[in-house]
T-cell receptor, first 113, second 114 residues
Framework: EAQVTQNPRYLITVTGKKLTVTCSQN?????MSWYRQDPGLGLRQIYY???????DKGDVPEGYKVSRKEKRNFPLILESPSPNQTSLYFC????????????FGSGTRLTVV | AQKVTQAQTEISVVEKEDVTLDCVYE???????LFWYKQPPSGELVFLIR??????QNEISGRYSWNFQKSTSSFNFTITASQVVDSAVYFC???????????FGAGTRLTVKP
């Protein structure tokens, strides 16, 4: 089944403790992206990657890192999480230019206390 | 710059009422896609529809219909005879053909009361 898999689905952590949210897609998509969703703000893009070893900042990149060492994986790294990073996170992938939208993962609900 | 505006933050209706969710977008691209997603309380994003900017035909799928009007840059979503299961947050989104970036509106929370 074609899908984007995020792990974990839920995570509660403490301020400053490094964490990684994994994202993997099995569709050989070139384009991958991370979004965060906050009430009243919709989904905002954190980082995106147009291919292996090519990443770029989205609208809200501060406090996040990503890497794209292989086509299928695009982990989101929070080196020193803070409470304002408490949010619902979505990973997404697509074929690329003109693909007309993303396939989204199921989401990761992160709470930083 | 691309922008999607969903002016209705929350809507509450009684079951069987019709309801329209508004979406207005801004883009300089000539080729783009418009989307609607549903987010039920469980949190996942459920794809509802994708529209190419060249195709202005309205679409109907069961109780759902979409009205795409390029002249007013709007892509409104109507639910006919609403049901309690339609209660969710609905997002309108815009994607450029060239860079595939996807911009979302802030969402409209629809509550359908029995």
């Amino acid at each position: 089944e074609a899908q984007v898999t995020q792990n974990p689905r839920y995570l509660i952590t403490v301020t400053g403790k490094k964490l990684t949210v994994t994202c993997s897609q099995n569709m050989n998509h070139e384009y991958m992206s991370w979004y965060r969703q906050d009430p009243g703000l919709g989904l905002r893009q954190i980082y995106y990657s147009m291919n292996v070893e090519v990443t770029d900042k989205g609208d809200v990149p501060e406090g996040y890192k990503v890497s794209r060492k292989e086509k299928r994986n695009f982990p989101l790294i929070l080196e020193s999480p803070s409470p304002n990073q408490t949010s619902l996170y979505f990973c997404a992938s697509s074929l690329g230019q003109g693909a007309g939208g993303y396939t989204f993962g199921s989401g990761t609900r992160l709470t930083v206390v | 710059a691309q922008k999607v505006t969903q002016a209705q933050t929350e809507i509450s209706v009684v079951e069987k009422e019709d309801v329209t969710l508004d979406c207005v977008y801004e883009t300089r691209d000539t080729t783009y896609y418009l989307f609607w997603y549903k987010q039920p309380p469980s949190g996942e994003l459920v794809f509802l529809i994708r529209r190419n900017s060249f195709d202005e035909q309205n679409e109907i799928s069961g109780r759902y219909s979409w009205n795409f009007q390029k002249s007013t840059s709007s892509f409104n979503f109507t639910i006919t005879a609403s049901q309690v299961v339609d209660s969710a947050v609905y997002f309108c989104a815009l994607s450029s053909y060239n860079n595939n970036d996807m911009r979302f509106g802030a969402g409209t929370r629809l509550t359908v009361k029995p």
